[in-house]
């Protein structure tokens, strides 16, 4: 019996010590098909939780046993399975004449490229991640056929111009509609949000493509998707960017002191009156007065342009952290941004996190959350459109032989009529400081409904809160900028609030029948209820030295004014794609939007699209063609036509100082 026993023993001894020796270390290069190491790649265990990710040369290791089959996936790319053999070494080729090339073609689904039939545009976000501008949007300019970009101030952070494919509207918002991970947001408040979070952005530009967003689609759509986490080790990344800005380079020169007196003579002697020169001329004073008056004024000679312009500063840091395992991925990243403009007090400092999760329940069932929460705080000076009282224009159109400090230090007094205008002191008397704190986010659950193959069930909950503050004053020196009498002052006090909910639910089929068709099909409706708050307090008559309105020179005034709105959009909508043999494609699509900012008999409304595509380059006479098929990777004809519409207001104002609109 104990001889037995001692067998057994040792027999299971050496299948524990023959299992371990079969586990060993294997080591490869993953590249696409030009022969280039893929940076980042995740290499997996099938079915465990065990992986690794490949170094900047593509290069990885991992310890598996002889029969374990490992997982090659890289985004962007299908993934590879291979089991280990006798070999240690196993490099694999991701086939870049694979590449899905898949595009987020709605807030509700993404497709393939080669199968959409709607005109778009993918920006590559690596490249955006180089340049040093606060304001997203800003950041677009020169990155798509179609798209306009014009920077509306030169501030930190302020937001831009943007058009796609021109004006589609005439009495309401010319912007286009923003959607981050599904939630719609404003152009105004990229100045809270790190672009270098976002991992896709795509361009909707015709009606094929924006139809499916009915009354918020005529201007076309920008569709941002946040990076998430990829299977492997934890990457961690630290990026830090400094840099220097200034304004360019005038192509013709100011007049100094020495020569706009002279001009001003000229004017004089040609019966014209023009400037101090033109005024004292004029004075009736004997020539030796004059001449001596004009003298003083040769001995200053400001050059505005110094005073008013400098060298702007950018800082920015930001580390991310992100990885995961088959069952759950994760991305979190924080940024600090500070940046000075080339206007002097004009500043902007940014704080952002962002938190992306998603977990695989079953393999079924799979929970994500994408949220991200920032601040930001400006310095902004008061900009009131192409007169003396803006800054940016005074600094071409003040004289030189005017100073804004008088001999002993103090400022200069402002003399409208004699054209001696102290707007330097303008800009350290007339101050507003904007602040803002920003979340938007979205939770949801797909879920892959059992035995019908394809058919994919997804709910999302988002929320888009905004909150702005802002201070603004005029201290009773400083000169008239916003129609008050002199030596009043002003003081603005505002708050405003903006929530939007968001709930859409999607019942989405994919589905492959043989080698040649594929359809894509996609159900769903959706909920958004926005609650506006604006609340501003208006003071007028300042004591210099208090920060609330008192009685100054016997002008005293308050005005307090509230505004609140709420409105709501439900709709109902459904997209159909046909592709055959990749060539011949076929897009319907339709929907219905019921919105409180209709008339009460037009509650509702109704849109949709239709449209084919013909991929050329995939026919085989294309292929035969050599000049073509060598030079024109994608060569594809397309006709659409559809409708959308556009139920968001104008968001022009009237005053700089109205800082939401």
Excluded: C
Aim: net charge neutral.
């Amino acid at each position: 019996m104990k001889q037995k026993i001692l067998s057994l023993l040792l027999f299971g001894l050496l299948g524990i010590t023959t299992a371990l020796a079969q586990e060993r270390e294997i080591t490869g290069k993953v590249t696409d098909n030009t022969g280039a190491g893929l940076p980042g790649a995740a290499v997996i265990i099938e079915n465990t939780t065990t992986g690794t990710s490949t170094d900047d040369n593509g290069m990885y290791k991992i310890k598996a046993s002889t029969g374990t089959v490992l997982v090659f996936t890289m985004v962007g790319y299908p993934e590879k399975k291979v089991t280990v053999g006798a070999s240690n070494v196993i490099d694999i080729t991701l086939e870049e004449g694979k590449y899905l090339d898949e595009v987020q073609v709605s807030s509700y689904r993404a497709m393939e490229r080669e199968k959409f039939v709607g005109a778009i545009t993918t920006i590559n976000t690596k490249v955006m991640e180089q340049v040093p501008i606060a304001s997203f949007d800003q950041v677009l300019q020169g990155r798509a056929a179609g798209l306009m970009v014009s920077a509306s101030s030169g501030r930190p952070g302020a937001p831009a111009n943007v058009r796609i494919r021109g004006v589609g509207t005439i009495s309401s918002s010319t912007e286009p509609l923003y959607v981050l991970d599904g939630v719609p947001i404003a152009a105004q408040d990229f100045a809270t949000l790190n672009p270098n979070d976002f991992e896709t952005i795509n361009v909707l530009k015709d009606a094929s493509a924006t139809s499916v967003y009915g009354s918020r689609g005529a201007n076309g759509v920008i569709l941002i998707t946040t990076k998430k986490g990829k299977v492997g080790a934890t990457k961690v990344t630290y990026r830090a960017q400094y840099g220097v800005s200034t304004r360019t380079t005038n192509r013709f020169g100011m007049m100094n002191t020495a020569e706009k007196i002279r001009f001003e003579r000229l004017l004089f002697d040609q019966g014209t009156t023009y400037g101090k020169v033109g005024n004292i001329l004029n004075s009736g004073g004997t020539p030796e007065e004059n001449e001596a008056e004009i003298a003083k004024l040769a001995t200053v000679n400001t050059d505005w342009t110094k005073l008013i312009f400098r060298a702007g500063q950018q800082e920015s840091h930001e580390l991310n952290f992100s990885g995961g395992s088959e069952k759950v991925r994760f991305y979190v990243a924080g940024n600090f941004r500070r940046e000075e403009g080339i206007v002097i007090l004009t500043n902007l400092d940014r704080y952002t996190l962002r938190t992306n999760l998603e977990f695989s329940a079953t393999q079924k069932l799979k929970v994500g959350v994408n949220a991200t929460v920032g601040t930001n705080k400006e310095s902004q000076i008061l900009e009131t459109g192409n007169n003396l009282n803006n800054p940016v224009l005074y600094a071409f159109t003040g004289s030189p032989y005017n100073s804004p400090f008088n001999p002993d230090g103090s400022y200069s007094p402002n003399d409208v009529n004699d054209y001696e205008v102290n707007l330097y002191q303008a800009m350290h008397e007339s101050k507003r400081y904007p602040n803002q704190v920003k979340l938007v986010g979205n939770i949801y659950l797909e879920y892959e409904v059992p035995r019908i193959k394809g058919l994919i069930f997804k709910t999302t909950v988002g929320i888009d809160y905004t909150r702005d503050e802002q201070n603004s004053i005029i201290t009773p020196q400083s000169f008239n900028q916003g129609g008050l009498a002199l030596g009043s002052g002003r003081l603005i006090r505002g708050n405003f609030r903006e929530q939007s909910f968001i709930n859409y639910n999607t019942l989405r089929y994919n589905r492959n029948f043989g080698d040649r068709h594929t359809l894509s099909a996609i159900i769903g409706n959706e909920l958004i209820q926005r609650y506006y708050f604006q609340s501003q307090g208006v003071g007028f008559g300042l004591n210099p030295q208090l920060s609330f309105p008192v009685t100054t020179n016997g002008i005293t005034g308050t005005q307090l004014t509230n505004s609140e709105t709420r409105n709501a959009l439900a709709s109902y909508f459904l997209d159909i794609a046909y592709s055959l043999d990749n060539k011949y494609n076929l897009t319907v699509s339709g929907r219905r939007d019921g919105s409180s900012r209709f008339g009460l008999n037009k509650r509702f409304a109704y849109f949709y699209s239709i449209g084919a595509a013909w991929n050329m380059h995939n026919e085989a006479f294309y292929q035969n063609i050599t000049f073509l098929s060598n030079n024109v990777s994608s060569a594809n004809l397309r006709a659409s036509y559809g409708t959308s519409g556009n139920q968001e207001p104008s968001s022009n104002t009237s005053d700089g100082d109205n800082f939401r609109s």
